[in-house]
């Protein structure tokens, strides 16, 4: 019995499990992959937006400012990657002007601070590699980019810190309301709870009718990206934007926080919610689309290609609130600004959860996360001062990257810890760069094995890997 149970271990699931963890609660998150941002939040374009784009007066235009001014301060004290580095809508038309002005006033409606439209020409002097054919930008400073893995592991793990528990490998398979309790049947047996809430990202819709009578729409929005070696990293140093449409903010281009250069997503609405297939189409579209952007994208040095599923809710906002079933609560269709809301909607949800369950501050509570050392970040002088302290961050592992054992040991050892190599790679980003793994994934694998009591051979990529038993 748990007085609040979680659905969906992404950005917004670990965000509300680590709100909640701040009270005298039991609290689980459930998820059906082995590791927590292995939905929408694992492929995204990885940006805190300022806020300037969303129809004032809406959910995702309030969560959005709220989340984006709370996220240095949560970097700072959960030791997560986050830049703020500024953004720019490029407008290619005079007679498109206009757009800009709108976007800027919806910007000083939702209250975002330091938006201004600027010139072509001084568009160029701030990105010199923005096309010829920019006649005016808007200028958000606010904007800023992170790392989604990071981000969501902090939330995960400070909620776990502070006695959130979490199943993993375990899949809701129905929901039964029984009284004041809810019985949610998983593949891992029953689990009951007084409040349920549904972050099951592309999946919210199935969720929500093994409960509620009221129709709930999702529809997965397929973005296709081209993530470019460290070496194109510097052509930009701002997100540079297009002006949006309907369908989205269209084809970005934006250095990232450990320095590669991302394009993409594309937007194609599809009803296979686990089709995470790239396509030469698609790709061809960021190649062009990016180009009218930024000049001389050096597509020749694209080291992998990835797509991400958006939940995209049928009210055009956010979806967040109790539903017609008292103690079951939506937060469904959370696209874009999603990632960057999901610490403001972490804390809505604990408000709507205080509606129906007393909340009492729990005492001696865990604020602070320090995440794992990223050695190639460090100095010579703590390199070697770390190497003394432990000779397994002496061994290189991944040579693209220059990740260590110490560091995927860390990645493996820490709470709620890596059991595949793509928990290890989105810990440690050993295996994300210019060899995609093809060098350091047998050692890796080594070490998995040997740290989960497990054969070489049941190492897995991703999916259920078992944990070992005991707690060293």
């Known amino acids: 019995m748990y007085d609040v149970l979680i659905i969906g271990a992404g950005a917004v699931g670990c965000a509300a499990a680590m ?3 701040k009270f005298r609660l039991s609290v689980c998150v459930v998820d059906k992959e082995s590791d927590v941002c292995e939905g929408t939040t694992k492929a995204n374009s990885a940006i805190a937006h300022a806020g300037f784009d969303a129809e004032p007066g ?3 235009a309030k969560l959005n400012v709220r989340g984006s001014k709370m996220m240095p301060e949560l970097a700072e004290k959960l030791d997560f990657a986050y830049k703020q580095n500024g953004a720019m809508v490029l407008c290619f038309d005079e007679a498109d002007k206009p757009k800009l002005d709108i976007l800027k006033d919806r910007a000083v409606k939702n209250g975002v601070d330091k938006v201004s439209i600027i010139s072509g020409d001084e568009a ?3 990105e010199p590699s923005l096309s010829d054919d920019v006649c005016a930008a808007l200028l958000a400073e606010t904007s800023a980019i992170i790392c989604p893995f990071e981000m969501t592991l902090a939330f995960a793990e400070n909620a776990y810190s502070n006695g959130t528990e979490f199943k993993l490998s375990t899949e809701v398979t129905g929901i039964d309301k029984q009284g004041d309790i809810f019985i949610v049947s998983t593949s891992g047996g029953n689990i009951e709870a007084k409040v349920v809430i549904n972050a099951a990202g592309v999946y919210a819709d199935k969720i929500h009718a093994m409960v509620c009578s009221s ?3 999702i529809t997965a929005r397929r973005g296709e990206y081209l993530l470019m070696d460290k070496a194109a990293g510097n052509i930009v140093s701002h997100t540079v934007f297009q002006l949006p449409t309907k369908m989205g903010k269209g084809i970005l281009v934006t250095p990232t926080v450990h320095g590669n250069l991302l394009a ?3 937007a194609e609405d599809i009803n296979d919610k686990e089709n995470l297939a790239t396509t030469k189409g698609g790709l061809d579209q960021i190649k062009a689309k990016g180009a009218l952007s930024v000049k001389n994208i050096p597509f020749g040095k694209v080291i992998t290609s990835f797509t991400g599923l958006r939940a995209v809710g049928d009210t055009g906002d956010f979806i967040i609130g109790h539903s017609d079933v008292k103690g079951f609560i939506d937060a469904a ?14 804390e809505y949800l604990r408000d709507l959860t205080g509606e129906l369950i007393a909340l009492e501050k729990k005492e001696n509570l865990i604020e602070t996360r320090k995440g794992i050392a990223h050695f190639a970040q460090l100095s010579a002088q703590q390199q070697n001062e770390l190497i003394k302290q432990n000779a397994s961050y002496g061994k290189i592992v991944c040579r693209c990257e220059t990740i260590t054992e110490g560091e995927i040991l860390d990645a493996i ?5 890596a059991t595949t190599l793509d928990g290890v790679k989105r810990r440690t980003r050993a295996g994300m760069g210019r060899c995609q793994a093809g060098f350091c994934s047998p050692t890796t694998m080594a070490l998995i094995a040997d740290k989960l009591g497990i054969k070489i051979e049941d190492v ?3 999916g259920i890997a078992d944990r070992r038993q005991d707690d060293e």
């Open 19 to 21: 709100e909640l963890a």
């Open 58 to 60: 809406t959910l995702k």
């Open 124 to 126: 160029r002097k701030i």
């Open 215 to 217: 129709p709930l729409g």
């Open 264 to 266: 993409g997503p594309t």
């Open 333 to 346: 269709g959370i696209e874009s600004p999603g990632l960057t809301s999901a610490p403001a909607i972490g």
């Open 413 to 417: 050892n820490r709470p709620l810890g």
């Open 460 to 462: 897995r990529k991703n």
